[in-house]
């Protein structure tokens, strides 16, 4: 029973004790013999307590009443220290499978019970299978007591000797075999009557049973919310608002929120309505940022792991400089086989690269070198950091194949040298990317195949581009498609005139003195 507050389990309070079994010879010396041994005799006697609310010849849900009387026919004094005994006594019941304890709210009051629903021991069999339940016993008794006790309770095979050679079939007549039922009658009334006189803690069993369980529940949250906070009387109302605490579960799943990181975000301003209910879209915008920023950091630390395992492999690679040949040759060995490029996957070389490698050359290097080794045929000296974390986040973060990356770069290489082409930013390499992840581009056809669809898109888009709006371009002097949308209307511009036009004597008079009266008013 997890307790945090003993003030909340009290004699005050009360309960009703459950069942759905009726205990047989077997479970009687199964809970004497084996289970009494793991959790004591007190424990097994508080079981058959509650297992005596109810008839013995019925099942379900006993009269309810006040633990004040539970307290003082078991002998526990109705203290703190009597609660925390009897919370014991339940835990140990509840961790070997023999009871489940739950906590019954009710909306109209702030008042709550709480419900003892028994479970039956296990038979033998199952019982010995169970691996954690058989090493605590043999921890409590010893190993050689628990193979007596498990003789104690099996028969001996009287073919035992034949068994091997034995051959079972199994010549069981199944029940469609033996009787037809009359399916074209439909009785509504006797599934609607076995309905409503069903149990209602079946129902809800059942019912539970197909929902996923919470990431969190209310204590979770009141117990880790700041005492002071302003929201604090509104999280308090949470304890029995279970939409409220569904659309906390449904953020928490949806974002992957610790109950830590729930707190934060309902202790901020806005969450809340004058009300006192949740904004959901404030409340799942904030999500989605404290999402974002936690991928950010999760990408970060995976990159900057990587970057100190390979200088922690340089430092070890300096200090055996001794086995430096041996580690060459396994290095070498290690190194697979150049796969070759057909020529129907041919892309032409980058202008950067003209002058260093030739076509077969170059393909080569795209198919089989790294992308580290790739980025610095490109540029003249070291590798621009702003690239190289270009790269390495895909590589990291997204998984990206080496060749498929080494295309990626020879394709945003050579968008460089087009003219017009804007800036090549970390969000554009990203964009292409997410593109590349979204089509399942895992191979270098496949990506080969993506670039020269995105080039010939790209070509017609332009030439459209260029027919169309020939003139607005002229005037905004963009060529880029990204602008095509929101080109301006031409407007006229009024020229200046080269015709001479005469002054009157008058004219410059009125100049004058209209110059002298905004001179004065100045």
């Not at 809800?204 to 197909?210: E, I, L, M, P, W």
């Not at 089989?368 to 895909?394: C, H, Q």
Request: aromatic letters at 10%; glycine letters at 4%.
């Amino acid at each position: 029973m997890r307790m945090n507050n003993l003030f909340h389990f009290t004699e005050h309070h009360r309960y009703v004790a459950y069942r759905e079994f009726s205990l047989s010879q077997l479970d009687q010396r199964m809970l004497s013999q084996v289970y009494q041994p793991i959790i004591g005799a007190f424990a097994i006697g508080l079981y058959h307590f509650l297992y005596q609310h109810i008839a013995a010849d019925k099942v379900g849900y006993s009269a309810m009443d006040s633990q004040r009387k539970l307290f003082l026919l078991l002998g526990i004094e109705p203290s703190e220290k009597g609660r925390a005994y009897f919370i014991e006594q339940t835990t140990k019941l509840e961790a070997v499978g023999l009871l489940q304890t739950s906590r019954l709210m009710f909306q109209d009051s702030e008042d709550y019970m709480f419900e003892y629903a028994l479970q039956s021991p296990l038979s033998p069999d199952e019982f010995f299978s169970t691996q954690h339940l058989t090493l605590l016993l043999r921890d409590k008794v010893g190993k050689y007591t628990v193979l007596s006790l498990r003789e104690q309770f099996m028969t001996d095979e009287p073919f035992a000797q034949l068994q091997a050679e034995a051959h079972r079939e199994n010549i069981s007549v199944p029940f469609y075999e033996m009787f037809r039922l009359n399916t074209h009658v439909i009785d509504y009334e006797l599934e609607q009557a076995l309905h409503e006189v069903a149990p209602s803690r079946r129902g809800a069993t059942a019912q539970d049973s197909t929902q996923e369980e919470p990431v969190l529940n209310y204590a979770d949250i009141i117990t880790r919310f700041p005492k002071y906070s302003y929201n604090r009387p509104y999280v308090e109302k949470l304890r029995l608002d279970r939409e409220g605490m569904g659309i906390l579960d449904y953020i928490a799943r949806k974002f992957e929120l610790t109950p830590v990181e729930i707190c934060r975000l309902l202790d901020e301003d806005g969450v809340f309505n004058t009300e006192g209910r949740l904004v959901l879209d404030e409340l799942q915008h904030r999500a989605h940022l404290q999402f974002r920023q936690t991928k950010r950091r999760g990408e970060w630390r995976e990159r900057e792991q990587q970057k100190i395992e390979q200088v922690q492999k340089e430092q070890k690679g300096q200090r055996s400089a001794s086995n430096e040949m041996h580690s060459l040759d396994r290095a070498a060995a290690e190194i697979q086989e150049e796969v070759a490029v057909e020529m129907e996957f041919y892309v032409e070389v980058a202008p950067q690269c003209k002058d260093k490698c030739d076509v077969h050359q170059y393909n080569m290097m795209l198919r089989n070198a790294p992308y580290t080794k790739l980025l610095e045929k490109y540029f003249p000296g070291a590798v621009p950091d702003s690239f190289l974390d270009m790269f390495t986040k895909i590589d990291l973060n997204y998984k990206l194949p080496d060749e498929v990356i080494n295309v990626l770069i020879h394709y945003i290489m050579t968008l460089t040298t087009q003219e017009g082409t804007q800036r090549i930013s970390g969000n554009f390499v990203e964009r292409i990317a997410s593109n590349m992840l979204v089509k399942q581009v895992r191979t270098y056809e496949q990506a080969v195949q993506y670039i020269r669809t995105q080039s010939s898109l790209t070509t017609e888009s332009a030439s459209r581009t260029g027919q169309a709006g020939s003139k607005p371009r002229a005037a905004g002097g963009r060529s880029n498609s990204r602008y095509a949308k929101q080109q301006r209307p031409a407007i006229p511009v009024v020229q200046p005139s080269t015709e001479s036009v005469a002054w009157s004597q008058s004219d410059r008079e009125r100049a004058l003195e209209l110059a002298r009266r905004l001179d004065e008013n100045s």
